[in-house]
């Protein structure tokens, strides 16, 4: 790859899913010696401007990440020209990220889950109506979906 990536991680709310798979890909990336633009966005506005959810929050902490600063947007169409990378959360946020998409755009628009061997296909389920042991959950699939991610990005370098 010839430019830095460029990575945009998509939920429904961006402040529970996407800000932890932004934490966990920065924390691989920066583990890697990778560099990459990355950031996240809702396909709904529901939260925008708002810190994650205090639960995201608690869970970054645990692994040394803080992430209290990040603030919610919603995915907008300059999105599909900023982005090497757009990765869908689950299988609702895949369908609206395409539909809003602009035509002839470049973005590799995927689930983010399609990263992991054995794995493509999942959603990260949305842990928002749950306790909060489920946004350990949460982590374990996006920490496993970063450190893949790098990877292959890494490769293609
Ligand atoms: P997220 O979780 O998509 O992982 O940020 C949600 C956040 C908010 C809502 C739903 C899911 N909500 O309905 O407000």
Redesign the pocket.
């Known amino acids: 790859m010839n430019h830095k990536p460029a990575i945009l991680f998509v939920?429904?709310?961006?402040?529970?899913?996407?800000?932890l798979a932004e934490a966990a890909f920065r924390k691989a990336a920066a583990e890697a010696g990778l560099e990459a633009h990355t950031d996240s966005a809702?396909t709904?506005a529901?939260?925008v401007g708002e810190p994650p959810?205090p639960r995201?929050i608690a869970t970054a902490a645990r692994y040394g990440i803080d992430i209290a600063h990040y603030r919610g947007r919603q995915i907008e169409a300059a999105d599909f020209a900023r982005f090497s990378h757009i990765l869908a959360?689950d299988h609702s946020?895949l369908a609206n990220i395409r539909r809003i998409a602009p035509d002839g755009h470049t973005a590799h628009v995927s689930l983010l889950m399609d990263m992991v061997p054995g794995r493509e296909g999942a959603a990260v389920a949305?842990?928002?109506?749950d306790g909060e042991e489920q946004f350990e959950y949460?982590w374990e699939d996006v920490w496993r979906a970063a450190q893949a991610l790098v990877a292959r990005l890494a490769a293609a370098q």
């Open positions: 939920c429904l709310g961006n402040i529970c899913r996407s800000p809702g709904a529901y939260h959810d995201s959360l946020n949305d842990p928002y109506y949460t």
